[in-house]
C-alpha cells in the first residue's frame, strides 16, 4: 500500500501508515475476522492487544511530529528570504493595474491551458485509492486498538482522511470552472458525483461560486465574503474583539462557516428575500438554473439516503467516525483556504464607482499550506492565477502561476505566513474596511482592526 505514498510525499500519509502499524504481531497469525480475534484473545493469558509503553511512546510521537508539522504549515517545509515573506507582505497592493487579461495569458505556455480527461481522471483515481487505503487502515486496526491509543488513532485518521477528501472536492470544484476535460458533461457528472459525496450541492455551488468569479471584491455584487464597513459592525464585533472571543469566532467560522452559507447565505450578497443553495426558486439562480439546483437536492437526498443505509447496518457511531467527520474536516479545510485567500490587509475591496473586473480578480492572495499545497492539487498557492483563468487545470497552475508573475509584479503576492498566525493575525486585524480620507480612490476599501 505505501507505493501510493510517493506520488504526493504526503506527511499524513506516512504518519497514518506508521501509526496505525503499531498493531500486535498476534494479528499476524490470525486468518479469521474481527470477531474470532476478539474471540482467540480471551483464552490467552496475556492480551495480545496490549500495547507496550514502548510502542505507546513511539505512536505518542507519530501525533506529536503530525502536529508540529500541522503548526509549521506555511513555510512550505522550510524557511524563504524571498521578498514575499516578512512585513512586506502586508503592504498594500497597488489599485490600478497598467495590463490587461491578454497580456496575462500571452505570458503563459499554451500547453497549461490544456484539459487531459485521461491525466485529471488519473487524480480523482489516486486520491480515491489513498481515500480507501486510510479506510481501510481505520476500519481494520482502530476498533482493536486500546481506548488510550485509540483517542489518538481517530483524529489522527479524521485529519489524513479529510485532507485527501480535500483533493477531491477541489478536483469538483474544478470541475465546475470546466477546467477537467474539454466536455463540459464529462466535467459536471464527476464534480456532480464527487461534491454530492462530500455534501456539497454541486450545480447551486458552481452557479453562486460562478457569481463571485464574475464580482470578485465588489462590495454590491460578489457573492461572498463581503466585509462590513465600519458603520455595519455589531455590537457583538466588539464584545468578541478579544483572544477568547477570536478563538469562538474561528471555531464558529470555520466549522459552520460553510453549512450555514449554503443554508442561510450568510457572509453572502444581500438579496430582496431569503436566498439559500438549495431552493431552487432563490434568488441567487436564474431561471435556467433551477432544474439543476433540483438535480443537486437530488443527489445530496440519494446521499443521505445511502447513509440511513450505513447506519441501519453499521451503526451511528461508525458512520460518524468514518465518513461524518472527515466530510466535515472537508469544509473546514475549505472555509479555512478560501477565508486565507480573501482576507488580508493588502487586499482592496471596490464599490461600484471603482470596481471592474480586472481589479477584483487581482484582489486575492497566494498562501503556503507547506505539504498540503500538493495534497489540495496547488489551489492554496495558485488562486490568483485561478481567479484570472480559471479554467487552467490544477496540474499546470504552478507553471501558469510562474509565467504571470514577472507580468503581475507588485500586483501578486504570497504569504507564507504559518496558517494558524495567519488565522489569528486576520482575525485579529481585518474587522472591517473603510475608504482612505485623504485619497482619489474614495471608493477603494481596506482592512481595519477594532
Known amino acids: 500500500m505505501t507505493f501510493l505514498i510517493p506520488l504526493h510525499h504526503t506527511l499524513p500519509s506516512q504518519l497514518c501508515i506508521t501509526?496505525?502499524?503499531?498493531?500486535?504481531?498476534?494479528?499476524?497469525e490470525h486468518t479469521g475476522d474481527?470477531?474470532?480475534?476478539?474471540?482467540?484473545?480471551?483464552?490467552?493469558?496475556?492480551?495480545?492487544?496490549?500495547?507496550?509503553?514502548?510502542?505507546?511512546?513511539?505512536?505518542?510521537?507519530?501525533?506529536?511530529?503530525?502536529?508540529?508539522?500541522?503548526?509549521?504549515?506555511?513555510a512550505g517545509g522550510r524557511m524563504s528570504n524571498d521578498p514575499f515573506d516578512g512585513k512586506k507582505i502586508l503592504e498594500r497592493v497597488p489599485v490600478d493595474p497598467p495590463f490587461?487579461?491578454?497580456?496575462?495569458?500571452?505570458?503563459?505556455?499554451?500547453?497549461?491551458?490544456?484539459?487531459?480527461?485521461?491525466?485529471?481522471?488519473?487524480?480523482?483515481?489516486?486520491?480515491?485509492?489513498?481515500?480507501?487505503?486510510?479506510?481501510?487502515?481505520?476500519?481494520?486496526?482502530?476498533?482493536?486498538?486500546?481506548?488510550?491509543?485509540?483517542?489518538?488513532?481517530?483524529?489522527?485518521?479524521?485529519?489524513?482522511?479529510?485532507?485527501?477528501?480535500?483533493?477531491?472536492?477541489?478536483?469538483?470544484?474544478e470541475?465546475?470552472?470546466?477546467?477537467f476535460s474539454e466536455y463540459q458533461w464529462i466535467d459536471d457528472t464527476v464534480g456532480f458525483i464527487l461534491h454530492s459525496a462530500l455534501m456539497t450541492p454541486y450545480f447551486s455551488w458552481k452557479y453562486s461560486h460562478r457569481n463571485h468569479h464574475a464580482n470578485t471584491n465588489s462590495l454590491d455584487n460578489d457573492e461572498v465574503y463581503i466585509p462590513k464597513r465600519k458603520s455595519k459592525v455589531r455590537w457583538y464585533s466588539k464584545l468578541l474583539n478579544n483572544p477568547p472571543g477570536r478563538v469562538f469566532t474561528l471555531v464558529f467560522r470555520f466549522t459552520l462557516g460553510f453549512p450555514l452559507y449554503l443554508l442561510t447565505n450568510i457572509s453572502g450578497k444581500k438579496y430582496g428575500r431569503f436566498a439559500n443553495h438549495f431552493d431552487p426558486m432563490s434568488p441567487i439562480f436564474t431561471e435556467r438554473e433551477r432544474i439543476q439546483v433540483l438535480l443537486s437536492d437530488l443527489g445530496l437526498l440519494a446521499v443521505f439516503y445511502a447513509i440511513k443505509i450505513a447506519v441501519t447496518t453499521k451503526g451511528a457511531s461508525w458512520v460518524t467516525c468514518i465518513y461524518g467527520v472527515p466530510v466535515?474536516?472537508?469544509?473546514?479545510?475549505?472555509?479555512?483556504?478560501?477565508?486565507?485567500?480573501?482576507?488580508?490587509?493588502s487586499l482592496p475591496h471596490y464599490d461600484?464607482?471603482?470596481?471592474n473586473w480586472i481589479r477584483g480578480a487581482l484582489s486575492t492572495i497566494d498562501r503556503d499550506f507547506g505539504f498540503l499545497n500538493r495534497v489540495?492539487?496547488?489551489?492554496?498557492?495558485?488562486?490568483?492565477?485561478?481567479?484570472?483563468?480559471?479554467y487552467i487545470p490544477h496540474y499546470h497552475a504552478k507553471e501558469a502561476r510562474d509565467a504571470i508573475i514577472p507580468v503581475l509584479g507588485e500586483y501578486y503576492k504570497i504569504d507564507r505566513t504559518p496558517i494558524f498566525k495567519a488565522m489569528w493575525r486576520e482575525a485579529k486585524e481585518c474587522i472591517y474596511i473603510e475608504?482612505?480620507?485623504?485619497?482619489?480612490?474614495?471608493?477603494?476599501?481596506?482592512?481595519?482592526?477594532?
Open 19 to 28: 501509526f496505525f502499524n503499531r498493531r500486535h504481531r498476534p494479528l499476524k
Open 34 to 74: 474481527a470477531s474470532s480475534i476478539v474471540g482467540n484473545d480471551l483464552h490467552n493469558t496475556a492480551d495480545p492487544r496490549r500495547v507496550s509503553p514502548t510502542e505507546e511512546k513511539s505512536s505518542i510521537t507519530c501525533l506529536y511530529r503530525l502536529i508540529i508539522s500541522i503548526n509549521s504549515m506555511g
Open 100 to 173: 490587461s487579461l491578454s497580456d496575462l495569458k500571452k505570458a503563459i505556455p499554451a500547453h497549461c491551458f490544456k484539459r487531459s480527461v485521461i491525466r485529471s481522471s488519473y487524480y480523482v483515481v489516486h486520491d480515491l485509492i489513498v481515500a480507501y487505503v486510510f479506510y481501510f487502515l481505520a476500519n481494520t486496526y482502530i476498533p482493536f486498538l486500546p481506548a488510550p491509543l485509540a483517542y489518538l488513532a481517530w483524529p489522527v485518521y479524521w485529519f489524513c482522511q479529510a485532507s485527501i477528501l480535500t483533493g477531491l472536492w477541489v478536483i469538483g470544484h
Open 175 to 179: 470541475c465546475g470552472h470546466h477546467a
Open 328 to 345: 466535515v474536516g472537508v469544509h473546514v479545510f475549505f472555509v479555512i483556504i478560501t477565508y486565507l485567500h480573501h482576507t488580508h490587509l
Open 352 to 355: 461600484s464607482s471603482e470596481w
Open 376 to 390: 489540495f492539487h496547488d489551489v492554496t498557492h495558485t488562486h490568483v492565477l485561478h481567479h484570472l483563468i480559471s
Open 435 to 450: 475608504p482612505d480620507v485623504d485619497n482619489k480612490h474614495k471608493g477603494v476599501f481596506w482592512y481595519h482592526k477594532m
